[in-house]
């Protein structure tokens, strides 16, 4: 068996797009998914499949999402190693794991318009784009960063951003699972 994290972008975040946990725990259990495990309600999933291409799997899954629920939420699956390999790449500091964001990304970006990236960095913000991972540290908050609102155009693919704190509970419960 295989193991992924997916991660699903934009689904109950302000009343919208709205996907109990458990209702997509039983869709992705009648998609033929195993040991399911889900963590808070912004949608981090860990799942067992025979399965190993993972483009058809996310779109798969998006589709379904679609069919019941009214709208195809990006998903964007990785198998262990790689979120393992995108926790040990971390360039900055895990003080403030809530400061520290993981922009899990699609694809590698082909041509990452990084110039414009800089230009809206502030001074207490920092960077970094590593294969199909960009790190920002935003000490000031994300919510208030002209760059964390930029990334995904910038980057010229799609991406989802998770917390450390965020990452690095699902790193446990994969440790503690699988």
Not at 119 to 145: C, M, N, W
Not at 157 to 164: D, G, L
Request: hydrophobic fraction near 40%; include cysteine; proline fraction near 4%.
């Amino acid at each position: 068996m295989n193991t992924f994290i997916a991660f699903f972008r934009g689904i109950n975040v302000g009343g919208k797009n709205r996907l109990p946990m458990k209702e997509l725990t039983a869709l992705l259990e009648e998609l033929g998914y195993q040991s399911i495990r889900t963590y808070i309600q912004s949608g981090n999933v860990i799942f067992q499949s025979r399965k190993k291409q993972i483009g058809k799997m996310a779109k798969e899954i998006s589709v379904r999402i679609g069919e019941t629920h009214g709208f195809e939420p990006h998903v964007i699956l990785l198998g262990t190693e790689e979120l393992q390999s995108a926790m040990e790449k971390n360039p900055f500091p895990v003080k403030n794991g809530k400061a520290l964001h993981f922009f899990f990304l699609d694809t590698v970006p082909r041509k990452p318009d990084l110039e414009k990236l800089h230009a809206l960095q502030t001074r207490s913000e920092q960077f970094h784009l590593q294969d199909k991972v960009f790190y920002l540290h935003a000490p000031d908050g994300i919510g208030r960063s002209k760059l964390a609102a930029k990334v995904e155009a910038c980057l010229g693919v799609p991406v989802t951003a998770r917390n450390w704190n965020t990452v690095s509970q699902i790193d446990s419960m994969l440790r503690e699972s699988f």
